[in-house]
Nanobody, 124 residues
Framework: QVQLVESGGGLVQPGGSLRLSCVAS????????MGWFRQAPGKEREGVIC????????HYVDSVKGRFTISRDNRKNTVYLQMNSLQPEDTAVYYC?????????????????WGQGTQVTVSS
């Protein structure tokens, strides 16, 4: 059974950090480009950052540049999202997703598998 399970969300103060994890089961991450998406209340889902399967190159939206980092540990079948200098506008449900492709994409329909999401709330 293919599954992606996110963890690590929670409540954090502005300027704080969180690390999200996404553990895959039922398939091998090696051949999948992995992405993190987020959806804030009343807004459309947004592709935040991704890491390609071919060369681990990463791509991200400008709003998280210098603050968010994606990494993968294929031995653990896990992808991570390190989020620093969090701001209230980062509040959203964060989803990890897997795409059987070699090139990063911020387009949701390009992804084959999705996690259930984890809530990140940035508030004082």
């Amino acid at each position: 059974q293919v599954q992606l399970v996110e963890s690590g969300g929670g409540l954090v103060q502005p300027g704080g950090s969180l690390r999200l994890s996404c553990v895959a089961s039922g398939f091998t991450l090696d051949y999948y480009t992995m992405g993190w998406f987020r959806q804030a209340p009343g807004k459309e889902r947004e592709g935040v950052i991704c890491i390609s399967s071919s060369d681990d190159s990463t791509h991200y939206v400008d709003s998280v540049k210098g603050r968010f980092t994606i990494s993968r540990d294929n031995r653990k079948n896990t992808v991570y999202l390190q989020m620093n200098s969090l701001q209230p506008e980062d509040t959203a449900v964060y989803y990890c997703a897997a795409a059987f492709r070699t090139v990063c994409s911020g387009y949701g329909p390009d992804y084959d598998y999705w996690g259930q999401g984890t809530q990140v709330t940035v508030s004082s």
